[in-house]
DNA sequence: TTGTAGGCGTTATCAG
DNA sequence: CTGATAACGCCTACAA
């Protein structure tokens, strides 16, 4: 009676336990290490050999322990990722970020980062898995305390969103500003001069983004007229901006928002009290998220193309994986226009 | 000259190396084994070791390797998740996830599924990292694809939100029918009578939904409309039937949609063209998803909660992970209808 | 409490 | 190409 794990020549008969590659060795009456070499296309190993490997190891559904390669190379092929599942844009830079890292021939770890879970114990469950560096999108945390978390690491930290040019980690954000530019020209060029940007002091992009609005406004001789709003930048937020607004009973003839969400929440709230847009106001938003191009919404917004930022993610992560000291650079992406339905020009005839 | 890893007495000099047990053991002059006691809470280490064992861990930065553990346990305490990014209410179910597995005792790993990356490899993925068991939310594949998934993988699968009973996995589903019946029992009472429910057949639990429409709408002996929509059940999806219906000239004075996304689209575009909600038409959704509760929206729909869908995923796992080859189960999530304003009585006199 | 011994699956280095 | 040997960090078993 064989014992477990012994060769013998129906193996098949007892799949309790995942195969490994002694079992593929076995079945094919060839070495342990001439396996580990025919699956990671190391010299060694003749094309037929490594064929018959591959055809045994899918026959067998082998997968490589994870785990057993990271603790033998002390070190995984993974690129670790934290980031909120309940944000609206990250989804599609996390999206990016496995074609991207796959290029490199790297893999994804995900990290959810909610409210009951924090940025830190997201990161130091990736650390736990020996990542080869880590990505964090899009965290709320302040500039000291990612710096502290960058500084606690021993692998390289790229941070995705929040742009403060820091001496410990490789930042990739889009130029909030230029985007706002972006937007504030294209209205200026519809002929509106009363534009007011939605501000929400809580998110850190959207310091810069006001930035850009209030350069691009003075360039145009233009006065600037910010709403601050509190809250959270979301749907809600812009809806309450619509409230103050109309009780102010002076509407300007367009609002350049900070994000998509609080552009919808803006557009959904004067659609109720009976103003259209674009006829009686422009909006526009920043993101380009899915809610933008529905053709109900049909948002005029700067696009932080998020392809382009996952793959800047990885890019840093994988350039400082292969020489550590590097110092530390900033991935800027430079934001586009996508012009919609929700900007024309204004009603009347534009005042001098 | 001290060798690497030889325990001398300022080891922190050199923190090129993540730390280990040996380190920490080096560090207070006492055995390996012992700090891996007292690190796992076991018996054998008194209270006052244990404190001086956790402090310095914390003090070396000392994370447990993840997949050292894994190897030496062959099997990892992690719950595995697949989960599309992108899709609106599975957010809230990977988040719930956490906190349920966590008082289990497991940890959780996600694993994306993205255009470019399917079920399977997303599947495969966390096979390759051993976890124990592996929960699949909101997979579009088909029931044949899921079961050969489940019978291909040594461990438990659960499959949260594509409900076909069967041999092969767990299954934690919303009760669709129920929450539709909901819905259409709250417009009756409020005297509609011409209702109809917007239908997206490329979504599997949508099927479940019109059932329970067509149920409900035979208890009160109306007659059933149904509109059929392409696509998939996102907002476009809601807006098409909004032209639809806009076009056919004869509006029915409430609207049931599949989901929430389907049921805003819906509402853009009805506002679009001058139809007030509910003032002329009223409108229900399905899920509660976070742009229901927008008071610009406010949308009154039936909730599955998420939190409850993920707990019963956590559960149905590790129930399968302690005794292997219980009967497959079915766990059942009963919605609520959450009213707000999107509903109201019609506005001419009940027809008899 | 400590020490010793072994093994999980993989990769790496050698000598044949 | 094989075979032998070792190591990664952690856990378990057993004896002191």
Redesign the pocket.
Known sequence: MPRR?EADENSEVTPK??P???DIAARL??????V?LA??D?P???D??RARVRQAAAELG?R??IG??T????SSRYLGVVFAPAHATEPDIVESIYPAAERCGYGVLLSAQTPSRSTEQAFDELHGHRCAAMIVIGSGLSAGRLAELARRSLVPVVIVGAGVRNPDFDVVRSAGDAGVRLAVEHLVALGHRDIIYLHCASMAPAELRRKGYRAAMAEHGLPARIIRITGDYTEESGAAAARELLAAQQLPTAVVAGNDQAALGLILELARAGVAVPGRLSVTGFDDSRIAALTSVSLTTARQDPIEMGEAAVEAAVRRIRSGSLPPREFVITPTLVVRGSTAPPRGPAQG
């Open positions: 794990g336990r995942d490994t590659m002694g009456g060839v070495s342990r290490q001439l580990s699956l990671r190391a060694g190993a003749s037929e050999t082998y490589p322990h057993a390669r603790l033998r190379q002390s």
